[in-house]
């Protein structure tokens, strides 16, 4: 496959180049999906309307950087688009949130990628959002703040809160087992 001859295809609205664009593509990004919306079906039906919004502005792509991230940052900004159409969440800053959220790293390793990633996905729409950003596609608090509108103190207590949840959620599946033996 040709990268390049497909994209110049896809400038044309060549439909055979968009479907190959497509099917080379559709995996990464449907994973990408998964981590932004709370279910398959709406991670597909993200995944649907970034492929659209990909042909539409593919004319605008240059070819300066990576192609790849460039469809990357089109899918999370539709999540954003998504996430910023409904209903705002107003969430009061609490410093009391901030505490350890250091989970042992052997309580990690029994619990399944995919069993985790759901863990992510049961998080509330803000808190989901911007642990995303923040831990797995690596935005600064700043950056976080803008795309969201609201401020970095609001950004990082959200992603906070994530994590204690998510610590919180790792802890019930597998309890202490040194409690046990708390008097030794």
């Keep these: 496959m040709d990268l390049q001859k497909i994209?110049?295809?896809c400038k044309r609205n060549n439909?055979?180049?968009q479907s190959q664009l497509y099917k080379c593509y559709k995996d990464d990004l449907y994973i990408l999906c998964l981590k932004y919306c709370k279910n398959k079906e709406e991670a597909q039906?993200?995944?649907q309307d970034s492929f659209l919004e990909i042909f539409d502005k593919i004319k605008s792509y240059k070819g300066i950087g990576s192609f790849e991230g460039?469809?990357?940052r089109i899918t999370i900004h539709k999540a954003i688009d998504k996430y910023n159409k409904k209903q705002?969440?107003?969430i009061e800053i609490n410093d009391s949130i901030l505490e350890d959220t250091t989970i042992d790293s052997d309580r990690i390793e029994v619990i399944p990628l995919d069993e985790i990633l759901n863990y992510i996905q049961e998080l509330p729409p803000r808190y989901r959002l911007i642990f995303n950003l923040f831990e797995l596609d690596q935005y600064s608090h700043k950056d976080?703040?803008?795309l969201l509108n609201i401020s970095i103190n609001t950004s990082k207590?959200?992603?906070h809160r994530a994590k204690h949840i998510l610590k919180q959620k790792i802890l019930d599946v597998k309890p202490l087992l040194s409690k046990t033996n708390i008097n030794q």
Excluded: G, V, Y
Aim: aromatic residues 4%.
């Design 157 to 159: 207590s959200n992603l």
């Design 144 to 146: 976080i703040a803008e």
């Design 7 to 9: 994209i110049k295809a």
């Design 15 to 17: 439909l055979k180049a």
């Design 45 to 47: 039906d993200n995944l």
């Design 70 to 72: 460039w469809m990357k």
């Design 88 to 90: 705002p969440l107003n």
